[in-house]
């Protein structure tokens, strides 16, 4: 879908027109939060909004047209209220496919802002554009990549991978250090806890005028991680959940999973819960996997830090592996499974040459990189000599970690090593030309997965999208070249960027997928400009996908 300059502008809120209706009814009620569209299929899309200024029950209109002008709009009406923070969302079926439309929502004779959505495409398709991003810290610094996102000159959908919202508040909290921190300070002004916490934090992201430019740009296509809930949570708890202190997990959490479903552009399961596992499917040319790898089945995080005492022995270390690698450790349940094998070999068979996954936490085998040893004594000294002491400090836990052999995190697939490989068995089995696609790490990454650590046949291809404002793990080390050295030390991974902030681009052809990792050139100034900071290609084929190759 193609947008003139004009649009653009109108997306982002400037030089929009005011709204219509009476002056009294637009004091009262409004749509500061903007518009989103959502989980497109062939058929259907749905609708978001929320309308403000109003604290009892209140009717709205909708309507949906076709940018072409050649009929098949449709029109409806609907009430929403407190029982759902007074957000809308209506999903519109009887669409035809691959048709761009323009919507817009009323209530008493005040408009909302114009959204744009698209249907997926039916039977031949010569090709798809598919944004990836993922965490998003508000108080970190301005949501640059949302607005080149919406500037882009194509985009079909937007992926979001996890971490929409962060759950942290207050002074001192995680972000809080940023420049820009004292405009942008999480509100509420303390950690979420309760459902009203947590829709007071989404209330707030959607007043971001580039976010609300990326939602009214085209359809997002969206998951949860962790921070939607509380820091690396798992189905029983979390690291940033104490229940002595913060109640039940299971309150706290369906809290905040009915806050998200409230507010976000995303068709619900029926009956509610965690599994959000869905897939999408672009015409012939290739299927969209969604997981849900946080809430409905992962175990408990092994951290080396909490499992192992300060200076373990080997056979202490020997112990954690035998935990770690225990096949009974799951991050996907086995009806996710039987789903994912089911929905692949399904999409591979009907001829379509791609199988993307979208998945929430980098899946590749990452082994701590021994920095001194790869950038030399002389160069590590400088570098820790330039440093503060907590860099000095960050650094000599690198090195310990690396000494020890550990993975760099527990959190990633690397902490559920065996459900790994079931992942690959299901990849191998439907004999699927596999891109998964990553988010968490705050970090680029084009890496290629093996099935074994050593030997071992290329399984899959990864591309993993750095943050959109959150800092990445290289930062908190400069100037040792943290990406650099992970690159060097790791088989499976070509390229890493351990500093930038951005998103990933996606296109996709029959004969090719390139992965564009495009970096904004900062978060902490309303001017900036982007730039790809490395492309790569990758080629499908009967057996798997090719190696990646740098463009």
């Not at 830090?305 to 022995?313: C, F, I, L, N, S």
Request: glycine share 10%; proline share 6%; aromatic share 8%.
């Amino acid at each position: 879908m193609r947008i003139d300059r004009r649009g653009v502008l109108a997306l982002l809120g400037l030089g929009a027109a005011a709204p219509a209706g009476r002056a009294a009814a637009r004091e009262a009620l409004s749509f500061r939060h903007g518009v989103a569209s959502g989980d497109p299929l062939a058929d259907r899309v749905v609708l978001w909004t929320r309308i403000s200024g109003s604290g009892g029950d209140v009717m709205y209109r909708w309507t949906l047209d076709p940018m072409d002008g050649k009929g098949g709009g449709k029109r409806g009406e609907g009430m929403t209220g407190a029982d759902r923070d007074h957000t809308v969302k209506v999903d519109v079926t009887g669409l035809s496919p691959n048709r761009a439309y323009v919507f817009q929502f009323e209530v008493e004779g005040v408009k909302s802002p114009l959204g744009h959505a698209r249907t997926l495409p039916q039977g031949p398709t010569k090709d798809a554009v598919v944004a990836v991003c993922t965490c998003a810290l508000y108080p970190n610094g301005y949501f640059n990549a949302y607005g080149a996102m919406a500037r882009l000159p194509r985009v079909d959908v937007i992926v979001h991978l996890g971490d929409y919202i962060y759950e942290y508040g207050g002074p001192g909290s995680y972000g809080m250090d940023s420049s820009v921190a004292g405009e942008r300070p999480h509100d509420p002004p303390h950690e979420c806890l309760s459902l009203a916490d947590y829709r007071r934090r989404h209330a707030q992201y959607k007043t971001d005028p580039q976010l609300q430019a990326a939602h009214a740009r085209a359809p997002w296509i969206v998951v949860w991680d962790d921070h939607e809930t509380a820091n690396d949570s798992w189905m029983g708890g979390a690291e940033n959940h104490q229940p002595a202190t913060e109640g039940d997990w299971n309150v706290r959490k369906a809290a905040a999973i009915k806050a998200y479903y409230e507010w976000m552009p995303i068709r619900e399961p029926v009956g509610g819960g965690f599994a959000i596992n869905r897939s999408f499917d672009f015409g012939d040319l290739g299927s969209l996997f969604m997981l849900e790898t946080r809430l409905t089945a992962r175990d408990h995080q092994l951290y080396p830090d909490k499992e192992m005492p300060a200076d373990p022995t080997p056979a202490e270390v020997a112990a954690w592996r035998t935990r770690l690698n225990d096949p009974a450790r799951k991050m996907m349940s086995a009806t996710q499974e039987a789903w994912l094998g089911k929905a692949m070999g399904e999409s591979v068979r009907s001829g379509r040459p791609w199988q993307v996954i979208g998945n929430e936490v980098v899946m590749a085998r990452l082994n701590t990189p021994p920095l001194k040893k790869l950038m030399g004594e002389a160069a590590y000294a400088r570098a820790t000599a330039e440093q503060s002491r907590p860099a000095a400090n960050r650094m000599a836990k690198i090195e310990a970690n690396a000494a020890l052999g550990l993975p760099w995190g527990a959190d990633m697939w690397d902490g559920y090593p065996a459900d790994r490989q079931r992942f690959y068995g299901l990849v191998q089995k439907a004999r699927a030309n596999a891109i998964v696609v990553s988010g968490d790490s705050h970090a680029f990454w084009a890496n290629e997965l093996y099935d074994a650590d050593t030997g071992g046949r290329r399984v899959a291809v990864e591309f993993g999208t750095a943050a959109i404002t959150s800092t990445g793990p290289g930062v908190s080390v400069l100037p040792a070249p943290l990406g650099e050295m992970m690159a060097k030390f790791n088989r499976e991974v070509l390229f890493n960027d351990q500093t930038s902030n951005g998103f990933l681009l996606l296109t996709l052809t029959h004969t090719q997928a390139t992965g564009e990792l495009i970096a904004v050139s900062t978060t902490k100034d309303r001017a900036y400009t982007t730039k790809a900071v490395a492309t790569y290609r990758v080629t499908p084929g009967p057996g798997g996908v090719s190696a990646l190759k740098a463009v």
